[in-house]
């Protein structure tokens, strides 16, 4: 029993590792930050490394010194994506909204207390302080995607998500739980997310959920510009654009086949 622990504990330790690296992205992570971001001993994460290097799951960068996602990973994802390709069911309308909307469109989804970044699409207009590469992870409520998945949980739901997340939020210029709780309100009084000079000064994102056959939230689409290319009349028009693209959204998720595991 005791060696079955065990194992059950160093996979999710390993999972968690994974999940770090995969928020990091192409500019992977030093071990120390691992450490420090997974609360595991030095040890520890050098040995889980090692471990999942040998498998090809991760690897060390020979000039930084960094660790990445390898390419094993790349290939579990893509066999993972035929299963799970709402990518492309959802990239016609994000497609859309670029193209209206002239503004960077995202598509993330919630895993768990993270929003995943699915897929992006850079506008004319876009602006390189509005990056979020793709497969990057952020916290629930941090950016305009994730808000308005997060604002759209249960009251009881969101704020075990805010406390299971408090400890990262410093992270994000500083966000604490109070400017969180104040957004939520403000997303639910609206009916979407929209962040202003947040996160990048001079820089507007606006985004709105969408859901399963239950109502349960499962993603959101949103887009990011200029403060000055989201003042009202256009604001508007763009919030209109986003309406109709989730209810495409949500529809043709109903009518895919495509499978959907809650793991929240």
Do not use: W
């Amino acid at each position: 029993m005791s060696t079955h622990k065990s194992e059950i504990g160093t996979l999710n330790r390993s999972s968690t590792i994974l999940r770090l690296l995969a928020t990091a992205g192409k500019r992977g992570l030093p071990l120390t930050d691992i450490a420090a971001r997974s609360d595991l001993p030095h040890g520890t994460v050098h040995r889980l490394l090692k471990q999942l290097g040998d498998t090809g799951l991760t690897f060390q960068n020979d000039e930084s010194r960094r660790y990445l996602l390898g390419p094993v990973a790349y290939e579990l994802g893509l066999a993972a994506a035929e299963i799970f390709d709402f990518r492309g069911l959802c990239r016609p309308a994000l497609e859309r909204v670029c193209r209206e909307s002239e503004a960077t469109a995202y598509f993330v989804m919630r895993s768990g207390y993270d929003a995943v970044c699915i897929d992006r699409i850079e506008g004319p207009f876009s602006t390189r302080t509005l990056s979020l590469d793709i497969g990057s992870r952020r916290p629930l409520g941090i950016g305009a995607g994730g808000l308005a998945i997060l604002a759209a949980c249960p009251d009881n739901e969101s704020e075990l998500i805010l406390e299971a997340t408090s400890a990262r939020l410093g992270q994000f210029h500083n966000l604490d739980l109070q400017q969180q709780r104040q957004a939520i309100l403000e997303t639910r009084q609206q009916g979407y997310a929209l962040i202003k000079n947040r996160l990048t000064l001079g820089v507007t994102a606006l985004g709105m959920v969408f859901r399963d056959a239950s109502q349960r939230p499962l993603g959101a689409i949103s887009i990011g510009t200029l403060d000055s290319r989201l003042q009202e009349p256009r604001r508007s028009k763009i919030v209109q654009l986003l309406t109709q693209q989730v209810l495409l959204i949500e529809k043709s998720m109903r009518a895919s086949r495509r499978v959907i595991i809650e793991h929240f």
